[in-house]
């Protein structure tokens, strides 16, 4: 690699003394240079040992969050980020190989591409169901696998049928170009973006992902890289969890937020036909069996369940915000 630019990792955490070593580890073990790799830890007031870990054991720049919002500690983190490029990863994603940050600057730097991604989340046979379930969908929430939404590959996919247009396809990634209607939720996870874009649209006070990167692609800024890769998200330790996190899913999808752009168009018969098909166990049943034809293992059958408990969620969160069927934020 000719061209390294500096990298400022961003990662917004509260109580992740668990979480966070495993993941700074990864950053750490990266082939590519380490004085060209910045780690901010946007701390969000932890009142376990997360900074003194980041601090002393990893030698990270921690800047206080205090609002308990990880959109606003993307925010900041971006304020005081020194690199040419940010690179957004959570407490709970692991680089899996020493090779993956180099990969992904070489193809975005090469293909001159806003910025890029993983195309899967790993799958491990330790792993909590909840995420081997993840890997097996890829996503961590079936009304966005419904919507057609989701930003990372199933498990049993090599080609790809996400939105957007493959331009190229090589051993190592695909180049999409995204448009409006068709961009995923991409942007977290492991996310590489160059900072001059992120400047170019609104990222102040909060920092939403989907919705910059919607705002990007409006701009005409819309080529990326997905790379055939994985992360690892260990994201959900029990089934429990798992559906807490969806609830939040939820309330976040629903409310009505000023500084959220990214929709999904849901007229109220769209509403209607998600609902029927996460409520009523058939079509989820289905996408099971097919599943488990090609990658036989029983996580792929608590999808039906997962789906049923997320149309009860999501109906009772539209019922509190009727006012804004027309458009679902």
């Known amino acids: 690699m000719n ?21 700074l580890q990864s950053i750490k073990e990266q082939s590519y240079p380490q004085d060209k790799i910045e ?15 980041a601090r002393e054991e ?26 040419e490029y940010l690179f957004f990863i959570d407490d709970d994603n692991v680089l899996p190989h020493k090779e993956w940050l180099a990969n992904l600057v070489r193809a975005v730097l090469k293909e001159n591409c806003v910025g890029g991604q993983a195309a899967k989340f790993a799958y491990d046979k330790s792993a909590s169901v909840p995420d081997k379930y993840m890997a097996l969908f890829g996503c961590g929430d079936p009304a966005v696998f419904y919507l057609r939404r989701r930003d990372h590959m199933m498990k049993t996919e090599k080609k790809w049928h996400l939105g957007g247009q493959v331009l190229k396809e090589t051993k190592h990634y695909f180049k999409v170009k995204f448009d409006e209607d068709t961009l995923p939720t ?36 819309d080529d990326y890289i997905i790379m055939k890769d994985m992360v690892i998200h260990n994201h959900s330790a029990n089934y429990k969890d798992f559906m807490s996190k969806i609830k939040r899913n939820s309330k976040q999808l629903s409310r009505n937020d000023q500084y959220r752009t990214y929709s999904y168009n849901l007229s109220l018969p769209k509403m209607i036909k998600l609902g029927l098909t996460l409520g009523t166990f058939v079509i989820p049943i289905a996408d099971s069996i097919r599943g488990f034809l090609k990658f036989p293992v029983k996580e792929w059958f608590i999808h039906p369940v997962v789906c049923f408990r997320a149309a009860v969620l999501y109906t009772l969160n539209t019922l509190r915000n009727i006012g804004s069927i027309g458009k679902i934020k």
Not at 58 to 83: L, M, Q, T, Y
């Open 186 to 221: 991409i942007g977290s996870q492991g996310f590489l973006i160059k900072k001059e874009y992120v400047h170019l649209i609104k990222w102040q006070p909060f920092f939403y992902h989907i919705d910059s990167n919607l705002e990007l692609v409006k701009l005409g800024f």
């Open 58 to 83: 990893f030698g990270c720049k921690i800047v206080r969050n205090g609002e308990h919002d990880p959109e606003r500690g993307k925010s900041i983190g971006i304020e005081h980020a020194a690199g």
């Open 3 to 23: 061209v390294q630019p500096m990298i400022t990792v961003i990662i917004p955490v509260y109580n992740g003394a668990d979480r966070l070593p495993i993941c």
């Open 39 to 53: 780690i901010i830890i946007v701390d969000d007031d932890s009142t376990d040992s997360t900074v003194q870990i």
